[in-house]
């Protein structure tokens, strides 16, 4: 008889090429929950919480750099025993994370620029950067067949897409509240996916 040892999160994924999120979406849940949380409550005509004005950017920040440290681990670690077909698409896929956020900053950069409207960023930075993380979310669902991953890509772009017809703060509840529990509910799926793998 055999026996299946468990997955631990942190660990390599039983097969080459398959990737362990379950760190990754909890890091980013928690980014988005108290990053955007934190913009939530402190922006506004009425503010619920008098906080500075660099400290939901910071926790933001804090929070999407152990997210992106934990994916980072997580794809490299895939990488061992991969393929050529699947290490190539794990490289572009991490090129085209630059390329999107590139395309991101000169988009922002130039909208501003051209138009004088000194909210813009604060809604195109949040909103723009989850719907860069959606579309890459669903392309790497796709490349790796993994329909968790391509599901929380959807969501996030809706969820973004949604966010800006409310403006500030409400952008910020939107994607704090929802984007934080549809992250919470991929880590519980992504535990279920691998122990299935």
Same mark, same amino acid.
């Given at each position: 008889m055999t026996t299946i040892a468990p997955i631990v999160p942190g660990t390599t994924a039983r097969r080459a090429g398959e990737v362990d999120n379950l760190a990754t979406y909890l890091s980013f849940g928690l980014a988005?929950?108290?990053?955007?949380? #934190?913009?939530a409550v402190s922006h506004g005509a009425d503010p619920l919480v008098r906080l500075p004005g660099w400290l939901p950017l910071t926790l933001l920040g804090i929070g999407l750099a152990v997210g992106t440290v934990n994916a980072t681990i997580a794809a490299t670690r895939a990488q061992r025993g991969a393929g050529k077909?699947?290490?190539?698409?794990?490289?572009?896929?991490?090129?085209a994370w630059i390329t999107g956020f590139t395309a991101l900053?000169? #988009?922002?950069?130039?909208?501003?620029?051209?138009?004088?409207?000194?909210?813009?960023?604060?809604?195109?930075?949040p909103a723009g950067s989850s719907l860069v993380v959606g579309l890459l979310y669903l392309a790497e669902g796709v490349a790796r067949r993994n329909a968790l991953h391509y599901t929380l890509g959807t969501c996030?772009?809706?969820?973004?897409g949604v966010s800006f017809l409310f403006g500030t703060p409400g952008l910020f509840w939107i994607l704090a509240v929802v984007g934080g529990i549809a992250y919470a509910v991929a880590a519980v799926l992504e535990r279920r996916r691998l122990a299935r793998v």
């Amino acid at each position: 008889m055999t026996t299946i040892a468990p997955i631990v999160p942190g660990t390599t994924a039983r097969r080459a090429g398959e990737v362990d999120n379950l760190a990754t979406y909890l890091s980013f849940g928690l980014a988005y929950v108290v990053g955007h949380g #934190a913009a939530a409550v402190s922006h506004g005509a009425d503010p619920l919480v008098r906080l500075p004005g660099w400290l939901p950017l910071t926790l933001l920040g804090i929070g999407l750099a152990v997210g992106t440290v934990n994916a980072t681990i997580a794809a490299t670690r895939a990488q061992r025993g991969a393929g050529k077909p699947e290490a190539l698409a794990g490289k572009l896929l991490g090129a085209a994370w630059i390329t999107g956020f590139t395309a991101l900053f000169l #988009a922002i950069t130039g909208l501003s620029a051209a138009i004088d409207h000194p909210e813009l960023q604060a809604m195109l930075w949040p909103a723009g950067s989850s719907l860069v993380v959606g579309l890459l979310y669903l392309a790497e669902g796709v490349a790796r067949r993994n329909a968790l991953h391509y599901t929380l890509g959807t969501c996030l772009v809706l969820v973004a897409g949604v966010s800006f017809l409310f403006g500030t703060p409400g952008l910020f509840w939107i994607l704090a509240v929802v984007g934080g529990i549809a992250y919470a509910v991929a880590a519980v799926l992504e535990r279920r996916r691998l122990a299935r793998v």
